[in-house]
């Protein structure tokens, strides 16, 4: 599907990160972008920037999700495209031992549940509802083609490290639906894949020290450097573009496999 002046676009997570890198690779070719974010500051700006609009959006809740959409189709008509970047993560051992007293506590649940529903289950939701909207399109080639949906997971979903028990399965359930849900739309020519990144340079990392940088440089086989947002907006292009690209889950890592600390 040719992304251009004709094609409406939404991204969550759209304020910073790879959320944004993809907003500005959709707006660059043209297309009309809704940025889903719960930072209003920046997504404000950027959706300014960019000529398109921001709708305040907390992905767990089904009735904020809706009026996202709605005002994103209000002011661009029904998107075509859907880019999954929302996203949380937390770090806990599933059981770990206390250093002053020796008590022994576990992985609080209610943290558990929050990562999966920001991750999985908001996910999910934005590609329910999207969906739902792009099946009432025209086709825009002889093939039936609607729309095409990217979602992000993380290397964690194969290869995740100490304390990453939620974060790794929240990840690991959006590679496993990417399929499933590829299949449930195939009648209604809407495509859906997934990338997953490895360590990338977003604003998860500024604040670390410098030595701490290096050591993630070093960690990579090839090349030796974090993940610029660019990259990922590069491979999300594709995935949105090249019409034969379907239910596929491919990593954006530099050949980095996570040891487990």
Do not use: W
């Not at 792009?134 to 995740?160: C, F, H, K, Q, W």
Request: net charge negative; glycine share 12%; hydrophobic share 45%.
């Amino acid at each position: 599907m040719q992304v251009d002046t004709t094609i409406s676009a939404v991204v969550t997570g759209g304020a910073s990160g790879l959320g944004e890198a993809t907003a500005r690779a959709l707006a660059a070719k043209g297309a009309k972008v809704a940025i889903f974010d719960m930072n209003a500051e920046k997504g404000e700006a950027v959706a300014k920037e960019l000529g398109g609009v921001f709708c305040e959006v907390n992905v767990t809740s089904e009735e904020s999700v809706d009026a996202g959409f709605a005002k994103a189709r209000a002011a661009h008509g029904q998107e075509r495209v859907l880019v999954n970047c929302a996203g949380i993560g937390n770090a806990a051992k599933t059981v770990s031992r206390s250093k002053e007293d020796g008590s022994i506590r576990h992985f609080p649940l209610d943290a558990f549940n929050l990562v999966i529903q920001v991750n999985l289950v908001g996910t999910f939701r934005c590609i329910a509802k999207s969906a739902a909207g792009m099946v009432t399109l025209d086709p825009v080639d002889e093939y039936g083609e609607r729309g095409a949906i990217v979602n992000t997971a993380s290397v964690a979903a194969e290869d995740g490290q100490i304390g990453q028990a939620a974060y790794s399965a929240s990840k690991g359930g959006v590679v496993g639906m990417t399929l499933p849900i590829a299949r449930d739309l195939m009648n209604e020519g809407i495509r859906v894949n997934t990338i997953l990144p490895g360590i990338f340079h977003t604003p998860l990392l500024f604040g670390l020290p410098e030595k701490a940088i290096e050591a993630l440089n070093a960690s990579v086989p090839f090349p030796k450097r974090l993940g610029q947002p660019s990259e990922y907006a590069q491979l999300a292009m594709t995935m949105i573009e090249c019409g034969y690209f379907n239910g596929e889950d491919v990593r954006l890592d530099g050949a980095i496999r996570m040891a487990p600390r």
